[in-house]
Structures are given as C-alpha cells and as structure tokens.
C-alpha cells in the first residue's frame, strides 16, 4: 500500500513535470536516469563498506553476497538498477521507466482516455507499477479539471471516495491487489487533495523536504538497518535487554538516513547535472536553458 501511493506521487510530479512546456524533455529524460544510477551506486558503495568493516553482518533474505565484493559486483549492480544486489531495489527498474515514460505521454498530451488506455494495457501486460504511477499522472489530470474540482469538492462525494478507497484495500499480495491499492490510493489522494487542512499540510516547508529527499532516506533506510543496524545491535545487546536494543537499533538507524541522504542528496544532485550537461546545439529549440533539476 504504501508502495502504491508512492508511485501515484510519482507519476502526479512526474505528469507535473510533463505539462511544462518550458522544460526541456530530452534533458528531464537523460537525468533521471543518471540520477536513479548514481543513487544505486551511492547506496551500494555505502553497502559494500559497512560489510567489508564487518565481516559479521548479514543481509538475512537477500541475494547480496562476498562475491560481488569490490567495483566490479558493484558496477555490475547499477547497471542493473539495484535488482542484481537483492529484492530491496525490486522497484527502481519500473520507477525509472515511469518517471520517463509519465513525462512522454503527458508532453504528447494523450489525454485522459488516453491515459486510461495506457493503464489498462499496463495491467494487462501486469506492469502494476507502472501502472500504478499512470495512476497519479491521472489524478494530475483530475484535479487541474473545473468539472472535478467542483464534483469533489462536495463533501460528501469526498467521504464516499474515501469509503470506497478503505473498501477496496486488500492484504493479498498478488497483481490484482497491487493495482487496487493503486486505485484507492488515487482515490483517498483526489479525496483529500481539494480539503483546505491538505492544502495546508502540503505547503509546509517539512513536506518539501520530505518529497525532495524522500528517495534518499528510501535507498538508505534497509540498508542502514541490514548492515549497520545488525553492528549496532549486536553491541547493544551486550548492556541493554534485547527489545530495548531493538527499538535503539531502529531509531539510530533511521534518524541516521536523514542527515545522510540531505548529504548525498547535494553529492549526486552535483554530479547528475555536471554529466548530463547537453551541448546547446542538442537542446530543444526555444529553450535557453534545460532548467531540469534531478529531483524534478
């Protein structure tokens, strides 16, 4: 669940990002995936050094192994996008490929037919999260549309979406439930979207900032627990009770990620920009400058 509302935020900034004529695509396009690379290669480096100081550490359930030790198992991984290093990047591939592919269609302008084309045949083809993402480029649709806003802004047809949204959520782990967590997600956004307290809520300078290093704290956070986390609580557990250094373990880890990612966040958004700097006779004509930042 918390997946798919990630991937309706997604697709609903990427659409955004789409829809301004100013910016230019081909630059948007080359970025983001430069920068969900040099994340990968942030995250696995930080990886690869906890459990090279530490022998000890496991990453219990997932495929990361002493063999892809050292640059090589590491350049291997981001070429990859993260899916070859373990199941806690199984998502970067389809986030990828949908913040591109967002951005094309809402540039060409299909509309929300066509949109909802696009979703049908994702789910048919069972790219959910993908589809998923489509979702929030149609819920960018539905709330720039006069004749929603003013549907929606009833407030019973908001409580009925947000019934609706909570009755179609299931636990089942199949595709069915993953594109159905998509729907209610989309559904409790649009809900909440045009109440005056979310209006308020998003414009919080906290919230921002939560969104720009959101994918940060993401590629940090299993990590941070796996490696680090095993270290600290293999120390702790030696003077404090066990639940007690479990929940330590857990809160020094996580509020760790933070500091962390507002660093790399600068690092990898220096470097995104400096390697992806378009020679301005390959620049979209009309456009002085690309003006796409890659957390955008």
């Given at each position: 669940m918390?997946?798919?509302?990630?991937?309706?935020?997604?697709?609903?900034?990427?659409a955004?990002?789409?829809?301004?004529?100013t910016?230019?695509?081909a630059?948007?396009?080359?970025?983001?995936?430069?920068?969900?690379?040099?994340?990968?290669?942030?995250?696995?480096?930080?990886?690869?050094?906890?459990?090279?100081?530490?022998?000890?550490?496991?990453?219990?359930?997932?495929?990361?192994?002493?063999?892809?030790?050292?640059?090589?198992?590491?350049?291997n991984?981001?070429?990859?996008?993260?899916?070859?290093?373990?199941?806690?990047?199984?998502?970067?591939?389809?986030f990828?490929?949908?913040?591109?592919?967002?951005?094309?269609?809402?540039?060409?302008?299909?509309?929300?037919?066509?949109?909802?084309l696009?979703?049908?045949?994702?789910?048919?083809?069972?790219?959910?999260w993908?589809?998923?993402?489509?979702?929030?480029?149609?819920?960018?649709?539905?709330?720039?549309?006069?004749r929603?806003?003013?549907?929606?802004?009833?407030?019973?047809?908001?409580?009925?979406?947000?019934?609706?949204a909570?009755?179609?959520?299931?636990?089942?782990?199949?595709?069915?439930?993953?594109?159905?967590?998509?729907?209610?997600?989309?559904?409790?956004?649009?809900?909440?979207?045009?109440?005056p307290?979310m209006?308020?809520?998003l414009?919080?300078?906290?919230m921002?900032?939560?969104g720009?290093?959101?994918?940060?704290?993401y590629?940090?956070?299993?990590?941070?627990?796996?490696?680090?986390?095993?270290?600290?609580?293999?120390?702790?557990?030696?003077?404090?009770?066990?639940?007690?250094?479990?929940?330590?373990?857990?809160?020094?880890?996580?509020?760790?990620?933070?500091p962390?990612?507002?660093?790399?966040?600068r690092v990898?958004?220096?470097?995104?920009v400096?390697?992806?700097?378009?020679?301005?006779?390959?620049?979209?004509?009309?456009?002085?400058k690309?003006?796409?930042?890659?957390?955008?």
């Amino acid at each position: 669940m918390c997946v798919a509302l990630f991937c309706v935020f997604l697709g609903y900034f990427c659409a955004m990002t789409g829809r301004d004529k100013t910016r230019d695509c081909a630059a948007y396009i080359l970025r983001r995936y430069v920068y969900f690379a040099l994340w990968m290669l942030a995250a696995l480096c930080i990886i690869s050094a906890i459990v090279h100081l530490d022998r000890h550490t496991r990453l219990t359930g997932y495929t990361y192994k002493p063999i892809i030790y050292g640059p090589i198992g590491i350049l291997n991984d981001v070429v990859k996008l993260g899916t070859g290093i373990s199941g806690m990047y199984w998502c970067m591939q389809p986030f990828a490929i949908a913040s591109v592919a967002v951005v094309v269609v809402n540039r060409r302008d299909v509309g929300l037919i066509g949109q909802l084309l696009i979703a049908w045949l994702l789910y048919l083809g069972r790219a959910i999260w993908i589809m998923n993402c489509f979702f929030g480029s149609i819920l960018y649709a539905l709330v720039r549309d006069e004749r929603t806003k003013k549907f929606v802004g009833r407030w019973y047809v908001r409580l009925a979406l947000i019934v609706v949204a909570f009755f179609i959520i299931k636990r089942d782990e199949n595709f069915v439930t993953y594109a159905l967590d998509g729907v209610a997600m989309t559904l409790l956004v649009l809900a909440v979207y045009h109440g005056p307290w979310m209006q308020a809520v998003l414009g919080l300078r906290p919230m921002a900032a939560l969104g720009r290093y959101s994918l940060g704290v993401y590629m940090l956070h299993e990590p941070m627990f796996l490696s680090l986390g095993s270290i600290l609580y293999r120390q702790l557990t030696a003077v404090i009770e066990v639940k007690w250094a479990s929940l330590l373990t857990g809160a020094m880890c996580f509020f760790l990620c933070f500091p962390l990612a507002w660093a790399l966040e600068r690092v990898v958004g220096w470097l995104t920009v400096e390697l992806t700097e378009i020679p301005k006779f390959l620049r979209v004509r009309g456009t002085e400058k690309d003006g796409v930042g890659p957390t955008q």
